[in-house]
Each structure stands twice: as structure tokens, then as C-alpha cells.
């Protein structure tokens, strides 16, 4: 079936430091692959997405390359702030007429020290 | 635009009691969805309606669980003699109904605290 892996976290970094998160899937057909964010005390808000294979999805400074080759999705961000800090889900979205309901892998925590 | 809203945002209830959330989703969204997530989980998909019509439920909605979509608007989610494993965070979210692999947009979410 349709799954989503990615780091486990926390990561821990101090600002301005290089980000990377690893999201890895498994699905069948062609997926959407989305990132989300949940900020403390929030509801998840989109952050990125890609559609198909080789599109880079980006916002906020945060980017993500759909490597269907490597069924990779990996969430980078070259200098992130304390704002920053929040839990990351990769998520995918089944094509082929499903009804689109995400699959989520199960967050990494970001921490960003000042 | 007002964004996906749920009530209540938090409920706490005694087990065996009967619970229900109501989500209001964007305006003219015709496709609202279903989540619950646990602790340190990522959002699981309970059930999905298109306008009224309720197309797909996960094995996770047990017969406790029944939700509802009347005139393809508002939903409501209700639990039936509620267990202590049923808390956790419900999440509604919905998308326009335009094609496939659509932005979600979720709303903040019911906790709910079965003792």
C-alpha cells in the first residue's frame, strides 16, 4: 500500500544552519507529495507540494524536489530561523481516481536555537 | 475567506459517553475530509465526502463512529460510548473539488480527552 517514511526526529540546529529532513514513499500510480507544517498550538498549514516527477515545490525560503528515481521528497532550507521551528509532515496524495485523502508520515520535530 | 473552522476545540468527556465535532469548511468547498491524530503521529484519514455523499471510510472508523455532511455544507462527527483510545486530535480539512491530488486546508482541530 500507499506509505510515507521520514526522519525521525528531533532535529536540533542553531539558526542559520543548513536544514535537511528526509521523506521517503511508496505508492502506487502518480502521487502529489506535500509537505505540512504545524506550528505550536496550530493547525497544519501547507507549506510546499509538488505534482509530478522532477517539479521542485518552494515557499518561504523551503524547498523540495520530487525524485520519483529515488521515491524522495527531502525538505531543505539553506539558513533557518527560530520561526522556523515546528513539526514537519511529508505527506502524499494517491492518484488514479482515489479520493485524494493524504497519507502522512509521522512528523519531525524542528528545534532551532538562537 | 474565513479558513476551515471545528467546534469545539476542546472537548473532555467521561468514557462511555457520546461525543460529536461539527467542522465548517472553506466556502464552496465541495470535498471535506476527516483526520485524527495521535501523539507524536502524523494525521490519519477517517472519511472523506464529496458535497453529501460520504465516498470512502477508513478501517479506522469503527461502527462507533458515524459522520455526516447534510446538504453538502457543514459536517459533524460524532463518537458513540466513547473509550479512553478514541482520545486524540480530530482534523477536518477540505479542498475545492476541482480535480485530483488538491490542497487540503485543515482547520485547528478538536482534542478530545477521554477519561
Known amino acids: 500500500g500507499n506509505s510515507v517514511t521520514q526522519m525521525e526526529g528531533p532535529v536540533t540546529l542553531s539558526e542559520e544552519a543548513f536544514l535537511t529532513i528526509n521523506c521517503t514513499y511508496t505508492a502506487t500510480g502518480y502521487p502529489s507529495l506535500f509537505w505540512y507544517v504545524q506550528y505550536p498550538g496550530e493547525g497544519l498549514q501547507l507549506l510546499l507540494k509538488a505534482t509530478k516527477a522532477d517539479d521542485k515545490g518552494s515557499n518561504k525560503g523551503f524547498e523540495a524536489t520530487y525524485r520519483k528515481e529515488t521515491t524522495s521528497f527531502h525538505l531543505e532550507k539553506g539558513s533557518v530561523q527560530v520561526s522556523d521551528s515546528a513539526v514537519y509532515f511529508c505527506?502524499?496524495?494517491?492518484?488514479?481516481?482515489?479520493?485524494?485523502?493524504?497519507?502522512f508520515g509521522t512528523g519531525t520535530l524542528l528545534a532551532v536555537q538562537p | 475567506d474565513t479558513g476551515v473552522s471545528q467546534d469545539p476545540r476542546h472537548k473532555i468527556t467521561k468514557r462511555g459517553q457520546n461525543v460529536t465535532f461539527r467542522c465548517d469548511p472553506i466556502?464552496?468547498?465541495?470535498?471535506l475530509y476527516w483526520y485524527r491524530q495521535t501523539l507524536g503521529q502524523g494525521p490519519e484519514f477517517l472519511t472523506y465526502f464529496q458535497n453529501e455523499a460520504q465516498l470512502e471510510k477508513s478501517r479506522l472508523l469503527s461502527d462507533r463512529f458515524s459522520a455526516e455532511r447534510p446538504k453538502g455544507s457543514f459536517s459533524t462527527l460524532e463518537i458513540q460510548r466513547t473509550e479512553q483510545g478514541d482520545s486524540a486530535m480530530y482534523l477536518c480539512?477540505?479542498?475545492?473539488?476541482?480535480?485530483?491530488?488538491?490542497?487540503?486546508?485543515f482547520g485547528p482541530g478538536t482534542r478530545l480527552l477521554v477519561l
Open positions: 466556502s464552496e468547498h465541495n470535498r
Open positions: 505527506a502524499l496524495s494517491a492518484g488514479g481516481g482515489a479520493t485524494n485523502k493524504l497519507i
Open positions: 480539512a477540505s479542498s475545492p473539488g476541482r480535480g485530483f491530488q488538491e490542497t487540503q486546508y
